[in-house]
């Protein structure tokens, strides 16, 4: 069965940095593309990268602070932050979509094959 997990969320100071996990079972990570998105409370959910073999791309808004990366080895992507500001505050989720690349940015939420639970990211003093 087809799963991602999230981990690597917590509580943390405005200026500091998380690295997300997104680990895979059940499918190859390098046949899909990785998706990262964020949903705040009250807000709609944004994409914010996206890494595939050959192609990756970050959102404008974040691409200053937040770098995707994979390790095909561990079937983990990952998303490291830095400089975390309050309004990074959100559920962080992943999500992989099958034969596809990321030249055109991130994909839609609604055409994922696989969707993980998310992970909480709270920036707060």
Known sequence: ??????????????????????????????????NWYRQAPGKEREGLSCISEGSRYTADFVKDRFTISKDNAVNTAYLQMTNLKP??????????????????????YSTMNVRGR????????
């Open 87 to 108: 309004e990074d505050t959100a559920v962080y989720l992943c999500a992989a979509v099958y034969g596809l690349s990321c030249k055109q940015g991130v994909h839609e």
């Open 1 to 34: 069965q087809a799963q991602l997990v999230e981990s690597g969320g917590g509580l943390v100071q405005p200026g500091e940095s998380l690295r997300l996990s997104c680990a895979a079972s059940g499918v190859t990570l390098d046949r899909y593309a990785i």
């Open 118 to 125: 998310g992970t909480q990211v709270t920036v707060s003093s």
